[in-house]
């Protein structure tokens, strides 16, 4: 695994940026000594964020075999969704379809 200063980032993203799409490796950057950041292939990423949904939903299998009430706006957050963004999509929907 390749790292560099946020220095060295900065100075060759691009060329960073190439090299993490064409070896799939992922780079550490550090700020200070200390590693701050992961730049990853959007393969990699995509796979991460796979593992989360499929974790996210075992969990909430999980909580409905054992009879155990998740609101809503909870499950949303825990997935990462604002719920006021889902009730303004639902609102937006309600309000094309009335007309």
């Excluded at 700020?31 to 995509?46: N, Q, T």
């Excluded at 303004?88 to 309600?94: E, K, M």
């Amino acid at each position: 695994m390749v790292t560099m200063t946020l220095r060295e980032f900065r100075d060759g993203a691009g060329r960073v940026l190439e090299a993490v799409e064409r070896t799939h490796e992922p780079v550490i950057i550090t700020k200070y000594e200390r590693p701050v950041a992961v730049l990853i292939g959007i393969d990699e990423w995509e796979e991460l964020e796979a593992f989360r949904d499929r974790k996210d939903s075992a969990a909430i299998a999980r909580s409905r075999a054992e009879g155990e009430f998740v609101p809503l706006a909870a499950a949303l957050e825990s997935l990462g969704v604002d719920p006021r963004e889902v009730e303004a999509l639902l609102a937006d929907r309600a309000s094309s379809e009335a007309a």
